[in-house]
């Protein structure tokens, strides 16, 4: 009988921690990578995370490892679970192991100088690769805990789709199928930035009116920017758009809701940050999304007040007044004319 091949998760973080537990409990070998060969040893004697994954058995099939190099020779299907501003210069040096591989991007981020999503980053990287993305509504912890998830991987390479549902579809893990890779990875890197905003309103005490208006208004301008850069609208009522939407604006378990909460309760950027203490890639996302809407002309209200608040000295009172003030446009962008 030949021995089955492992799967590869870079990442020692939460997320790539619950998908290596995801992965093994289906029965695959994994080799989880990271960079800190204390916390893989930390991780071997423990069988835990303790940094980011707390209180959270490590299934016996998962191997912390160090050797990027060798994980990847022993591995076909990767997972790519790195913040991304970690994520280039991660694979640049092991570029040439990185051919042929089936890669999945789990980063929900945008590259800061570039405005390149991480596939596009991993397809520079390895243009000899197979590459994919995977997006939802997929807080770390709830995973890793077995709540009941869902979530989609996003390829034009349907063989590869079809190769992560079956390594990762569960009891407890969904995972459907989409071709739209770039609205996929799009709508996980945009919500990260209402996300905070949407922290910020419940630290404030603001009612679920308020947050209501918040979700949908957030939705229809991420569609609305997405469309101008190319994706398909529709991508945005699945999983990836508004599923990913709601559960990251409603739940305090996201670190970009919280950063968004410590804000609210008067905490200066930096220090929001620094008592996070993991990756809130909404915080760099607003930034390279606030010059891109500008450079593009697209109205993005909520994206430009946050971007005030946090960069130009505007109060939270100020943009809120801005806001409600602003002119007030139609409810659904993308609605035919021809009918209503
Ligand atoms: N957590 C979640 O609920 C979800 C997260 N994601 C996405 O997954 C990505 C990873 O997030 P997550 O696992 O949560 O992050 P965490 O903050 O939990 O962990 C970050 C991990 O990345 C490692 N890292 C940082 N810089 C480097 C580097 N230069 N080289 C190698 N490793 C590095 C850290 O290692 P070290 O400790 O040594 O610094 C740590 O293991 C993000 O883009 C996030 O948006 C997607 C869905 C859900
Ligand atoms: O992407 C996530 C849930 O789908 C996790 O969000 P945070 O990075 O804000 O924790």
Redesign the pocket.
């Known amino acids: 009988m030949t021995e089955q091949q492992p799967v590869a998760v ?9 998908i290596a537990n995801l992965l093994a409990q289906n029965g695959q070998h994994v080799r989880q990578w ?3 060969p204390e ?1 893989a040893a930390a991780m071997r004697s423990q069988r835990e995370n303790p ?3 707390k209180g959270i058995k490590l299934h016996p099939g998962v191997e912390p490892v160090t050797d990027l190099a060798a994980t990847l020779a022993a591995c076909e299907l990767v997972f790519v ?7 280039r ?2 694979l640049q040096p092991v570029a040439g192991a990185l051919a042929g591989k089936l890669l999945v991007s ?4 945008i590259e800061a100088q570039s405005f390149k999503l ?1 596939s596009q980053i991993l397809e520079e990287v390895a243009p000899q690769a197979r590459i994919g993305v ?3 509504p ?6 890793a805990e077995q709540a009941l998830t869902a979530t989609v991987i996003a390829s034009e390479d349907e063989q590869l789709c079809l190769r992560v549902q079956e390594a990762l579809h569960g009891r407890t893990f969904r995972v459907y199928a989409s071709r739209d890779r770039f609205g996929v990875e799009l709508g ?2 945009l919500k ?1 930035v209402y996300a905070i905003i949407a922290g910020m309103a419940v630290a404030m005490g603001m009612g679920e009116n308020t947050k209501s208006m918040l979700i949908t208004r957030a939705l229809a301008e991420m569609t609305r920017f997405a469309v101008k850069l190319g994706a398909n609208p529709m991508t945005f009522l699945g999983l990836a758009g508004v599923g ?1 939407l709601i559960v990251t604006c409603s739940s305090p ?3 970009n809701y919280q950063v968004g909460f410590a804000l609210g309760e008067g905490l200066s950027l930096e220090d929001a940050v620094a008592r996070l ?3 809130a ?1 909404g915080v760099n996302t607003i930034k390279v999304l606030k010059a891109k809407a500008e450079e593009l002309q697209i109205y993005m209200p909520l994206v430009t007040g946050l971007h005030a608040i946090l960069f130009e000295g505007r109060t939270l009172a100020q943009v809120i007044e801005a806001l409600m003030r602003a002119e007030p446009k139609t409810d659904v962008d993308f609605i035919s004319t021809s009918g209503f």
């Open positions: 870079l990442g020692g973080g939460s997320f790539g921690t619950a990271m960079r800190d916390q940094r980011y994954l679970a790195l913040p991304s501003s970690a994520l210069q991660a789990t980063t929900k981020g991480m995977l997006s939802g997929n807080l770390a912890r709830e995973v996980g890197a990260n990913d378990k996201s670190r203490g993991e990756v890639e």
